[in-house]
């Protein structure tokens, strides 16, 4: 399950998996398509490495993107493009095409901006990990220890539900549940791939448990962890903002606030040592706990 949803690569069935029994209901095809033709193109800009644009057939302030057709030129390596009412992301190739790019362009960048603006989740740049049945979300800048602290607590057993773009879900209650993205993990960033497979990975929405925003310090730094309020709250939710693309931003930053309001925040210190992992693991396990058990 990628995103809760089936994804089926028509064109490249090796790119299909199964990680689980669980039945999704919204199924989602993937196939080679003609050329597309949009009428209104944004210029390219720089994006993973890569130079990218998106186009539209009508402006995205008008539309903001629900319900739409739209596309997402990668330059030199292929063009994807939504078909909502087919459930179709169709595809054409570029001169540097291969499938290993065509699942990381669809399924680290397509997808979440597609579900963004078809408001079905909220996106956060972010990692998450299943501690005690409930998720535990990193953020921090760029380069800034999330996929690090998430591999970690894969190797200590517990389960991923995002190493790098993570899918929220409103309930119809007003809270909110954590949606995992997809079963790779990338400890340290490479270009364009995502990384190994696992099969500890996530596949039902999860309680939220706590944010945890990472601050480097030195070394040999003392680990402090503390709780986050008033408009600190918001910013460190703000910082974990997907592609904050300008026609939704009214939506976003609606988002932001209610979550924030909603959602236990904390900041912890994370000296930056490999060596002292195991100490931020613990008092990050030993502040989820003691959080679970107030509840309780």
Request: glycine content about 6%.
């Amino acid at each position: 399950m990628i995103f809760g949803h089936s994804i089926e690569f028509v064109d490249e069935p090796r790119l299909n998996f199964h990680t689980s029994s669980y039945v999704s209901t919204s199924h989602i095809y993937v196939k080679e398509i003609p050329s597309p033709d949009f009428e209104i193109y944004t210029d390219f800009f720089p994006h993973s490495l890569r130079n990218v644009r998106y186009g539209y057939h009508h402006p995205m302030r008008e539309t903001k993107g629900k319900g739409v057709e739209w596309t997402m030129e990668i330059q030199n390596v292929l063009t994807l493009v939504w078909f909502p009412k087919r459930q179709t992301i169709g595809y054409q190739k570029g001169n540097e095409y291969t499938p290993e790019r065509l699942r990381f362009w669809l399924y680290h960048t397509f997808l979440p901006l597609l579900f963004q603006m078809e408001e079905l989740y909220h996106i956060l740049h972010a990692g998450c990990v299943e501690v005690a049945g409930k998720a535990v979300i990193f953020m921090a800048p760029s380069f800034g220890g999330k996929s690090t602290m998430t591999d970690y607590f894969l190797r200590q057993g517990h389960r991923l539900l995002s190493d790098d773009t993570l899918a929220v879900k409103q309930e119809s209650d007003g809270s909110y549940r954590a949606v995992a993205s997809w079963p790779f993990h990338r400890p340290y960033r490479e270009a364009e791939t995502l990384g190994k497979e696992t099969d500890a990975f996530v596949t039902e929405p999860l309680e939220i448990a706590t944010v945890f925003y990472l601050e480097k310090v030195d070394k040999r730094a003392p680990i402090v962890c503390h709780s986050v309020q008033g408009i600190e709250k918001f910013k460190t939710i703000h910082y974990g903002s997907f592609i904050p693309l300008e026609f939704l931003k009214e939506k976003r930053f609606a988002f932001h606030t209610d979550f924030a309001k909603k959602t236990v925040v904390e900041r912890i210190t994370v000296p930056w040592s490999l060596d002292r992992l195991s100490e931020v693991y613990e008092s990050v396990v030993e502040r989820v706990n003691s959080q679970s058990k107030r509840k309780d």
